[in-house]
């Protein structure tokens, strides 16, 4: 018996195998369709920004990255929804660690020029609105473990607004160039730069918020209240 | 040749620590490993000239998440299955 299910199984690996190779020969064997980089070249003018990463992502196909951070959104919803909300003002997880405070000293302002540099550069080099939302949610990690009080991340209003504010604004401006009699997330002419620029902003404080919740909301374990400094 | 030398190591390194992060039996050294992951990772996509998603791994791949674990390590009591601290 066993031996059978091990002998089917092995079958259906195989077949499936062969399927995927052949699959892939085919891929291989047909031309590319469309000349991607090439088509991107051709209409990077029209997008206004010079970067293609960020061209892509926020004007060819920026139904995407709104998708993206409502999925971001979501989480970090369901995170804090999971949290106990006493953890989210906990003076317990204040750290007295003397390296930590010198390093917040150091790079938290450092952090913060970087993600502003990064939402910056978006526009023509490497760099963009979820790496400067990453950068900026890491400089608020820091500051969480040296207990800097951050009074915006209780459930509030400023929390909500923070959360909702980079898929809000992003989903005003599709709906509002929908009506406008565009298709849906068509930027209007010579307006692509500014609303791009403002979408990337919030969409950086956004993400950043999404993260910071999520890390804040994590539940602190009384029994291991020890071993704090150790790992962190 | 240098090139080929390098990619060579850093694809070794990527699937070492690959297997170490699924093979540990220590929660905490299993998100250590995931974090080298992540910063390798970043090094591989920097390689394949793709800057821009070297960064995000770098910042959220290997620095958020792996914080956002070694969290979730600390309240599962970071040891389960491996030995008790």
């Known amino acids: 018996m066993r031996a059978l299910s091990v002998v089917t199984m092995t079958a259906v690996c195989l077949a499936f195998a062969g399927l995927l190779g052949l699959a892939v020969w085919h891929i291989a064997g047909s031309p590319a369709p469309v000349n991607l980089p090439g088509l991107l070249a051709e209409n990077l003018d029209a997008s206004g920004v010079e970067h293609p990463i960020t061209a892509v992502l926020l004007n060819f196909r920026s139904y995407d990255t709104l998708l993206e951070i409502g999925v971001l959104v979501i989480a970090g919803i369901a995170g804090i929804s999971m949290a106990k909300t006493t953890s989210l003002e906990d003076p317990d997880l204040r750290t007295s660690d003397s390296l930590l405070y010198a390093l917040q000293r150091w790079f938290v302002p450092l952090m913060l020029v970087l993600a502003g540099y990064l939402l910056w550069a978006g526009s023509d080099r490497p760099g963009g609105a979820f790496q400067a939302g990453a950068v900026l949610a890491a400089s608020g990690v820091m500051m969480r473990l040296g207990g800097i009080p951050m009074d915006f991340l209780r459930p509030g209003v400023l929390l909500r607004l923070g959360l909702a504010l980079g898929f809000t604004v992003f989903l005003l401006v599709a709906v509002a160039s929908a009506l406008a009699g565009e298709a849906f997330l068509a930027y209007p002419a010579g307006f692509a730069k500014p609303l791009i620029l403002v979408i990337e902003t919030v969409l950086t404080f956004s993400i950043a918020m999404v993260l910071l919740a999520l890390f804040v909301s994590a539940p602190v374990n009384r029994a291991q209240e020890p071993e704090e400094g150790e790992h962190e | ?85």
């Open chain 2, 1 to 85: 040749m240098i090139e080929w030398f390098l990619d060579g190591m850093l694809v070794l390194a990527l699937l070492t620590t690959a297997v170490a992060v699924l093979a540990s039996r220590n929660l905490f050294r299993a998100v250590v490993m995931f974090i080298a992951f992540g910063l390798l990772m970043a090094l591989a996509w920097v390689r394949l000239q793709a800057p821009d998603i070297a960064l995000a791994e770098a910042a959220i791949g290997a620095g958020l998440t792996g914080v956002l674990l070694l969290d979730a390590a600390r309240h599962l009591g970071y040891s389960r299955g491996g030995r008790p601290e």
